[in-house]
């Protein structure tokens, strides 16, 4: 059984609760509905998607392994290749360099124009 308030003071205080409850409940719903979305755009930002992160580590390793192969300067692959990273592109370069020295293997040869 409730009992009845010993003063004005409680009554407001119970009133303010019961109004306000509703209100930290939508505001609540809300902030959830809000960082969800905002969570749901990391892709674009390039926080998350994994897959697409792992992609671009392959395509630099893969630029600058091609870039020693055909006996670039790592500072022209950088110049070259100026959208991929760089890290994974010196990673690349390093790689092959590593390989190429091992197996005593020269740069490529430049592919001749046809037409000259």
């Known amino acids: ?6 003063s004005d003071a409680e009554t407001r205080l119970r009133a303010a609760v019961t109004v306000t409850c509703p209100v930290l409940r939508r505001v609540a719903a809300a902030a959830l509905v809000i960082g969800s979305m905002a969570l749901a755009g990391c892709d674009k930002l390039g926080l998350g998607s994994a897959p ?11 630029i ?12 022209d692959c950088f110049a070259l290749n100026r959208q991929a990273d760089k890290a994974a592109v010196f990673a690349g370069w390093r790689e092959m360099n590593d390989y190429m020295r091992k197996h005593s293997a020269a740069p490529a040869a430049a592919a001749s124009s046809a037409g000259n």
């Open 1 to 6: 059984m409730r009992t009845a308030p010993t």
């Open 52 to 62: 697409q992160n792992q992609r671009l580590e392959a395509e630099g390793r893969a």
């Open 64 to 75: 600058g392994g091609g870039c020693r192969h055909a006996g670039r300067a790592i500072e």
